[in-house]
């Protein structure tokens, strides 16, 4: 069993930067796929960039060029830069892990985090 907790989020103004952190323990492995997901009340999950255990990495279309994703393998803790937010990243923000990544969709994903909220003004 994986255990994963999302830490970070906030209050930014468009324009500003945030970074998300989820750190994992339990039954995990450092080359484990893992990937960040978002969510509006009323909206599906979706899938913001996921990276592999070679450091390859997939991004969102909507958040290319702004987001990045990395990862501390000696900490097993997961990151997400975000640079020039919008109002549209305000979200609640989860990571996840699963053994491959083959897929950015939430669908693909069984070990969850709790979750935290970035709100974008």
């Known amino acids: 069993h994986v255990q994963l907790v999302e830490s970070g989020g906030g209050s930014v103004q468009a324009g500003g930067s945030l970074s998300v952190s989820c750190a994992a323990s339990?039954?995990?492995?450092?080359?484990?796929?893992m990937g960040w997901f978002r969510q509006v009340p009323g909206k599906e999950r979706e899938g913001v960039a996921i990276i592999d255990g070679d450091g390859n990495t997939v991004y969102a279309d909507s958040v290319k060029g702004r987001f990045t994703i990395s990862k501390d393998n000696a900490k097993n803790t997961l990151y997400l830069q975000m640079n020039g937010l919008k109002a549209e990243d305000t979200a609640m923000y989860y990571c996840?892990?699963?053994?491959?990544?083959?897929?950015?969709?939430?669908?693909?994903?069984?070990?969850w985090g709790q979750g935290t909220q970035v709100t974008v003004s």
């Open positions: 339990g039954y995990f492995y450092r080359r484990y796929c």
């Open positions: 996840a892990t699963r053994r491959y990544c083959t897929s950015i969709s939430p669908a693909a994903f069984g070990n």
